[in-house]
């Protein structure tokens, strides 16, 4: 099956800085990359999602890039800001049913 | 987004108990829903998929006489955690897809924290 990992486990950045977490994933048949921010004692809320034949997406401050050759997707937060702390999924998916979740990285943005 | 609840947001129960949960698309209908387990500070687990009308599919390792589950109409899921132990501690959270919208999308429940005596 389908094997996301996901990097760094946690990260540390000043307020305004950006933050880049990066996945990989072992299913090239994959063909949908979503993020999800979750809160603390929250559900995941999908901040933003990327599909195989696209290699670029922006949604004002949040960005995610994909490299199917290499593998690898990474979500890109510019201007950072305190609100922006929580801990971030990445996902791969291949049928659309299953979703296969990275290990998470907690992201706190210092004031 | 489309908007999934969960019923209820906290459940403490003896050792030995039953517990349901129930998951709803508020907005739309949701013909598969979804059903993982999140451990602290851990990731997302599929535990089973739920699909309207039929018997739910469960992921290898997870025990279908004691996480029942039951998709009875296009807006309702249940998870019921049968005779439940204090290693049933967990976070649920259930997700629908909508099929009028995207075709991946995944809605998340805001989550169920079972704290088992």
């Known amino acids: 099956g389908e094997n996301v990992e996901q990097h760094p486990s946690t990260l540390s950045v000043q307020e305004g800085d950006s933050a880049v977490i990066k996945c990989t994933y072992s299913?090239?048949?994959?063909?949908?990359f979503p993020w999800y921010k979750q809160e603390l004692g929250k559900g995941p809320q999908l901040i933003i999602d990327?599909?195989?034949?696209?290699g670029e997406k922006k949604d004002q401050r949040i960005a995610v890039t994909l490299n199917k050759t290499a593998k690898h997707f990474s979500l890109h937060i510019t201007e950072t800001q305190p609100e922006d702390s929580a801990v971030y999924f990445c996902?791969?998916?291949?049928?659309?049913?299953?979703?296969?979740f990275g290990t998470g990285t907690s992201l706190t943005v210092i004031p | 987004g489309a908007v999934v609840s969960q019923h209820p947001s906290r459940v403490i129960c003896k050792s030995g108990t039953s517990v349901k949960i129930e998951c709803r698309s508020l907005?739309?209908?949701?013909?598969?829903m979804f059903w993982y387990r999140q451990f602290p500070k851990q990731s997302l687990m599929l535990m089973a998929t739920?699909?309207?009308?039929?018997?739910?599919?469960?992921e290898q390792g997870v025990e279908k006489d004691k996480f029942l589950i039951n998709h009875a109409s296009l807006t309702l899921s249940t998870l019921t955690v049968t005779s439940a132990h204090p290693e049933d501690s967990s976070f649920y959270i259930c997700?629908?897809?909508?099929?009028?919208?995207?075709?991946?999308?995944?809605?998340f429940g805001p989550g169920t924290r079972l704290t088992v005596l």
């Open positions: 739920s699909n309207e009308g039929s018997k739910a599919t469960y």
């Open positions: 299913d090239s048949a994959s063909n949908y």
């Open positions: 990327i599909r195989s034949n696209v």
């Open positions: 997700s629908a897809r909508d099929p009028q919208g995207g075709w991946n999308e995944q809605f």
């Open positions: 996902a791969a998916s291949l049928t659309g049913n299953q979703f296969y």
């Open positions: 907005d739309f209908q949701a013909t598969t």
